[in-house]
């Protein structure tokens, strides 16, 4: 059978048609915009690609829990337009077919768990380091949801004494996202994090944050495998950085045996949100 994805970001959608095996047959994309306009081309993509059910890993915060009445809705945005709109009906009544809905970190978890970097463990960790950042977790095929789901790039983390930058997470000012998200380095030095490549400070102030909140993440959840994406883990320098880091902040409490192959890249290339999406669909 034919099944379909949606990566629904704030900055992009990607939208596929495939085999449930994960292969892709035929791919889209096209920026967010408002919701109308932006489920206006979803469902162009679907009338010329017809399938017969369809997973989508959106943005968040959305209600995960199927009790709710709003299970399937935008939550708390910053994006006014989106806020409180009903991704899920509006995506069953345009489309016609059932409908699985997740987190765009959880959809890309499982992306890598079945097909990637996470394909010889158990469970692991997917973290995006990019606009914003948010980590998805999949234990034995079945991505993590909660009453609603996680946002664990929210955690609070002690900032560096010799860092002055208040932060930029609209919640929460210094909180991960506000401190080690590309906007918060972009605001923090006047530039984007691609044009500091060669700035090494700027890469173990970042590693410094990151290696933080993976310690509590490793310390909350004890992953097999944690795979850091997203536009700002471009800066490859930043893995090696964040391993030596995370190794001196756990200090032996808990085990890792080879870091080399606990914090790692992802191996999707840019497809595993997407791919993640279409998994949701044979997952449930
Ligand atoms: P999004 O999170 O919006 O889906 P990305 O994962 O591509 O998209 O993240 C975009 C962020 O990553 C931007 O803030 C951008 O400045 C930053 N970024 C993109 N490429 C690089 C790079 N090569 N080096 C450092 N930061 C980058
Ligand atoms: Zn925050």
């Not at 900055?11 to 449930?20: I, W, Y």
């Not at 973290?127 to 609070?156: C, F, N, R, W």
């Not at 909140?213 to 893995?239: C, D, F, H």
């Not at 890792?256 to 890249?265: E, G, L, P, Y």
Request: net charge negative; hydrophobic share 35%.
């Amino acid at each position: 059978m034919l099944i379909g994805g949606i990566e629904a970001g704030g900055t992009k959608f990607v939208c596929a048609v495939g085999e449930e095996s994960g292969e892709i047959i035929a791919k889209t994309s096209f920026p967010t915009e408002e919701p109308a306009e932006t489920f206006q081309e979803v469902k162009r993509f679907f009338h010329s690609h017809k399938v017969e059910a369809i997973g989508i890993g959106c943005f968040g915060p959305v209600d995960l829990d199927k009790k709710s009445a709003t299970y399937g809705m935008i939550l708390n945005t910053p994006k006014t337009k989106w806020k409180q709109y009903d991704v899920l009906t509006k995506l069953k009544s345009d489309l016609k077919v059932p409908v699985y809905i997740d987190t765009d970190v959880n959809a890309a978890a499982l992306a890598e768990y079945k097909y990637g970097a996470g394909r010889d463990v158990n469970n692991c960790m997917y973290i995006t380091v990019g606009t914003g950042i948010g980590a998805g977790y999949v234990q034995d095929g079945e991505t993590y949801v909660g009453k609603s789901h996680p946002e664990m790039g929210h955690v609070l983390i002690q900032q560096h004494k010799d860092d002055p930058f208040t932060g930029c997470c609209p919640y929460h000012g210094n909180c991960l996202e506000g401190l080690a998200s590309g906007p918060a380095i972009e605001q923090r030095y006047g530039k984007k994090g691609a044009q500091l490549a060669a700035d090494r400070n700027v890469w173990e102030l970042e590693a410094y944050y990151l290696a933080q909140a993976i310690m509590n993440y490793v310390l909350v959840l004890s992953p097999e495998r944690i795979i850091l994406g997203g536009g700002v883990m471009k800066q490859k320098q930043l893995y090696p950085l964040i391993r030596r880091k995370v190794l001196d902040l756990v200090n032996d409490y808990v085990g890792i045996d080879n870091v080399d192959t606990f914090i790692v890249a992802p191996k999707l290339h840019d497809e595993q949100g997407v791919r993640g999406a279409m998994a949701l669909v044979s997952s449930d």
